[in-house]
T-cell receptor, first 112, second 113 residues
Framework: DAGVTQSPTHLIKTRGQQVTLRCSPK?????VSWYQQALGQGPQFIFQ???????QRGNFPDRFSGHQFPNYSSELNVNALLLGDSALYLCASSLDAGYEQYFGPGTRLTVT | AQSVSQHNHHVILSEAASLELGCNYSYGGTVNLFWYVQYPGQHLQLLLKYFSGDPLVKGIKGFEAEFIKSKFSFNLRKPSVQWSDTAEYFC???????????FGTGTRLQVFP
């Protein structure tokens, strides 16, 4: 049973560029959440997707957007990248809200 | 604002020592509580969880945590640590009827043989 997978593993972008990160949830899960983990910090909630809609959003600007596909996989898009967007981006899946979330290995984004 | 505090940022222990990691949260309503662990080079894994019922919950690898509602705390314990417990430990809170996990800043545990 495959767990949560994320791609790519690492990514280097330049300020002002746009990036798309991808996530496939654990088999049987229909809810995907995205988190940003800066160095030395705990993960910060970006948003959650359920039934292809954003259900709740954390304190992140509109430059951060997402999408969920009918097969429950998800994308995180970040526009107009800033140096401060450099972080590990984690995807977590769960069986609806309120259940334990299972995390993927993350995508390390470096913005130069 | 809702927040989670982990007061121990870096803990160093010898094998067989007892462990207690503190976690306090600020939220007045009902919460679900979690401890996650991140071993070196691996992704976050669920260690244990509390939703309701017995406030003393047992997790994997001999870990346990106690929910004390009056103190807004959910401290993690293990009677005897092993070298393989070296990892970063995160406490997380899920306010009831929300979709998000609020994480603490983590505690880095180093266990020496």
């Amino acid at each position: 049973d495959a767990g949560v997978t994320q791609s790519p593993t690492h990514l280097i972008k330049t300020r002002g560029q746009q990036v798309t990160l991808r996530c496939s949830p654990k088999s049987g899960h229909d809810t995907v959440s995205w988190y940003q983990q800066a160095l030395g910090q705990g993960p910060q909630f970006i948003f959650q997707y359920y039934e292809e809609e954003e259900r709740q959003r954390g304190n992140f600007p509109d430059r951060f957007s997402g999408h969920q596909f009918p097969n429950y996989s998800s994308e995180l898009n970040v526009n107009a990248l800033l140096l401060g967007d450099s972080a590990l981006y984690l995807c977590a899946s769960s069986l609806d809200a309120g259940y334990e979330q299972y995390f993927g290995p993350g995508t390390r984004l470096t913005v130069t | 604002a809702q927040s989670v505090s982990q007061h121990n940022h870096h803990v160093i222990l010898s094998e067989a020592a007892s462990l207690e990691l503190g976690c306090n949260y600020s939220y007045g309503g009902t919460v679900n509580l979690f401890w996650y662990v991140q071993y070196p080079g691996q992704h976050l894994q669920l260690l244990l969880k509390y939703f309701s019922g017995d406030p003393l919950v047992k997790g994997i690898k001999g870990f346990e945590a106690e929910f004390i509602k009056s103190k807004f705390s959910f401290n993690l314990r293990k009677p005897s640590v092993q070298w393989s417990d070296t990892a970063e430990y995160f406490c997380a809170v899920n306010p009831y009827n929300t979709d998000k996990l609020i994480f603490g800043t983590g505690t880095r545990l180093q266990v020496f043989p």
